[in-house]
């Protein structure tokens, strides 16, 4: 008996192009999935954000008896009545973002950081990012770096500031919204429109292609009073995130098709950017007196 060898075939060229072009056409079918699983848990961490941002300010409320203010401009920084005493209610020049911050765990911050002087304790406010103030379609939390004093008076030196993503509602006129301009915070009470049509705050719209930079409407942050860092219009819809000039003072973000905004019952609803303009405009005032037949 003649035993033959064993013979060992392989692929040959053409199988092996099959192979390849058959991984190539799965991983292009993967990829558009995993990109939306995380854009969608993306999403829910911002609208997350959002939430414990109004709980924050019914917390606010129900300490203080009125929503936190909006202050009267961009250079206060944040007002200590000494080193690590924050000062409270109206007496706080420093904006909405900084008084809730004991409301959302960031005490410490709200304090000063350990900050052995008033100037030290306005610094590491102003330098510290706070992670839900980011939303991370966007960007991870991190500080814009060091730059001149530029408040009015301030602490001096040079010092990092802490952007965010977010912004109050609204910067239309000075009296319209539920943040309310100057150092008297607004009751609940007094948002007649009702709290469930009213908008407290929302995705501010960003030039994704300067992140990390200083820009007019993404330079003072999150202590920021009265200015685009902290407030932005509702006159006019939400917009995707651009790549040229700046915001433009609107709301907006990096989702697909539309913008997270946090109501002043604490609910957080997802706006379309095709959003009707006078309802989105209505949603921006508390007092407006508006019928909104087609909320979102």
Known sequence: MVTRP???????LIELLVVIAIIAVLIALLVPAVQKVREA???????????????????????????????????????????GQPAAGSA???GWGYQILPFIEQAAVWRG????????????????????YFCPSRRSPAALPPTADWYSPGPGGSFSHAPWDYS??????????????GFSGRRMVHITDGTSNSFFAGEARKNVALLGQYQGDDNEG??????????????????PDTQSGD???????SHTGGVNMLYCDGSV???????????????GTVQGGETISNLP
């Open 92 to 94: 706080q020049q420093a």
């Open 168 to 181: 109050g509602s609204s910067l239309d006129g000075s009296g319209i919204g539920a943040i309310a301009y």
């Open 269 to 283: 609803r997802f706006i379309a950017y095709s959003v009707d303009p006078n309802a989105f405009a209505a949603m």
């Open 247 to 253: 915001g433009q003072q609107r709301f907006g973000s």
């Open 41 to 83: 848990a993306a999403r829910t961490q911002c609208q997350n954000n959002l939430k414990q941002m109004g709980v924050a300010a019914h917390g606010y409320h129900d300490t203080y008896k009125v929503l936190p203010h909006a202050s009267d401009t961009w250079n206060h920084p944040p007002t200590f009545i000494g080193v």
């Open 222 to 239: 999150y202590s920021s009073g009265w200015d685009h860092d902290s407030m932005r219009y509702t006159s006019v819809p939400p917009l």
């Open 113 to 132: 950081g350990g900050g052995t002087t008033i100037a030290q304790c306005q610094i590491n406010v102003m330098a510290t990012p706070i992670s839900i």
């Open 6 to 12: 064993r013979t060992h075939r392989g692929f040959t």
